[in-house]
């Protein structure tokens, strides 16, 4: 078993700053199935895996899962093995899921099974390394997508100067006693009803 610390993998990287997996055809990802643009990010995953192996000869191949989630695109679950993507997300943004989030998730994977790990912070010099010299790619920690669908709040809260959209879990939080401020006018946020009832 071959375990690189990041300055021995950084050694053997080659340096550059264009992507390293091969680009997709965003017409032809468009016009798949969801069933099969799932198996083509399932395959993307395993090229951006089979590129790891050069770092890690002994890196576990994870398992995906299409089970996230809200505003987050993708995550590296150490606890489960794998990486989950919000499947909400990826529909609405095929091509930069393929091509800047997969790479993004297999970083941390890799990074968390290089030696020293518990050291490294997630976004750290690691994973930054890895996104730039291994997947030629800037290192974003951020995705700007429209996170509306995949992450609706419905319940409208009001003040004295705007209404406030809470998901259901905070709208939970509301009901078992929590409290909350509107940050403009610093008043209580008060329950006016749910948005299909008021748009």
Known sequence: ????????????????????????????????????????????????????LEVCDDLPSPNIWFDLRGKTAG???????????NPVLYDENRYEFLTDIVPHEMAHWLVDHLKGSERMRPHGHEWKTVMRELFGLAPTVTHRFDTRRASPAPYIYGCSCQQHAFSRQRHGL????????????MLPLTYVGHSEAIF
């Open 174 to 185: 509301v009901l078992a006693g929590k409290r909350y401020y509107c940050r403009g006018c």
């Open 1 to 52: 078993m071959v375990r690189f610390t990041l300055p021995e993998a950084h050694a053997i990287l080659p340096s550059m700053m264009t992507p390293t997996l091969d680009d997709i055809d965003k017409t032809w990802l468009a016009k798949l199935s969801k069933a099969a643009s799932q198996q083509a990010l399932r395959d993307r995953c395993t090229d951006a895996w089979k590129l790891c």
């Open 75 to 85: 995550q590296a679950h150490f606890g489960r093995g794998g990486l989950r993507f």
